[in-house]
């Protein structure tokens, strides 16, 4: 168990919907890391946070969107979703020496 | 750009024997990490070691040790006694401890089966 929760682990919905995504960073841990396997891309960063504040921006599209609340836990807000947005969305939380852990993973699926 | 490359997209080895799977990358930086994380079926990315560019001597955690060759930008790691819970994708990911981008880059990943 690496300390990072999300949730919820599966998700499934339709093309057109609007999903959030929920990331509780290990205790102490101020960055967050957004990023998404799918099939095809691989691993990709998508986004990260720290202490509230949007850090460093990879490959998001301009339909998804993230915060980092003052408790530190983080959203992936995905809306006018696709086929091609199915796949495994990880959060990490950054501990010291440059080591992300990461949580489980919420698996969307849009249909 | 940053890459990382892992060239074998599929490995197998029989319980109790070692393995080692490649990994090359690219990039200006002078200081940086290098990880071996394990997704297993749970799909869960587990890390399993860490390097320090800095640091000449390998890392090694109990079964798990890495060869990191800084000059050639090489970081293999070797399993040894494998275990049929070794069985997972491994992904070589490196990240540069200056110049601001704290993303990790990963690798497409090796696919690794131990067979009984």
């Known amino acids: 168990d690496s300390g990072v929760t999300q949730t919820p682990k599966h998700l499934i919905t339709a093309t057109g919907q609007r999903v959030t995504l929920r990331c509780s960073p290990r205790?102490?841990?101020?960055?967050v890391y957004w990023y998404q396997q799918s099939l095809d891309q691989g691993l990709q960063f998508l986004i990260q946070?720290?202490?509230?504040?949007?850090?460093a921006k990879g490959n998001i599209l301009e339909r998804f969107s993230a915060q980092q609340f003052p408790d530190l836990h983080s959203e992936l807000n995905l809306s006018s979703l696709e086929l091609g947005d199915s796949a495994l969305y990880f959060c990490?939380?950054?501990?010291?020496?440059?080591?992300?852990?990461f949580g489980p993973g919420t698996r969307l699926t849009v249909l | 750009a940053q890459t990382v490359t892992q060239s074998q997209p599929e490995m197998s080895v029989q319980e109790a024997e070692t393995v080692t799977l490649s990994c090359t990358y690219d990039t200006s930086e002078s200081n940086y990490y290098l990880f071996w994380y394990k997704q297993p079926p749970s799909r869960q990315m587990i890390l399993v070691i860490r390097q320090e560019a800095y640091k000449q001597q390998n890392a090694t955690e109990n079964r798990f040790s890495v060869n990191f060759q800084k000059a050639a930008k090489s970081f293999s790691l070797k399993i040894s006694d494998s275990q049929l819970g070794d069985t997972a994708m491994y992904f070589c990911?490196?990240?540069?401890?200056?110049?601001?981008?704290?993303?990790?880059?990963f690798g497409k990943g090796t696919k690794l089966t131990v067979n009984p």
């Open positions: 990490a939380s950054r501990g010291g020496a440059d080591t992300q852990y």
């Open positions: 205790s102490g841990d101020l960055s």
């Open positions: 946070y720290y202490n509230g504040e949007e850090r």
């Open positions: 990911a490196f990240i540069p401890t200056q110049g601001g981008s704290e993303k990790l880059v």
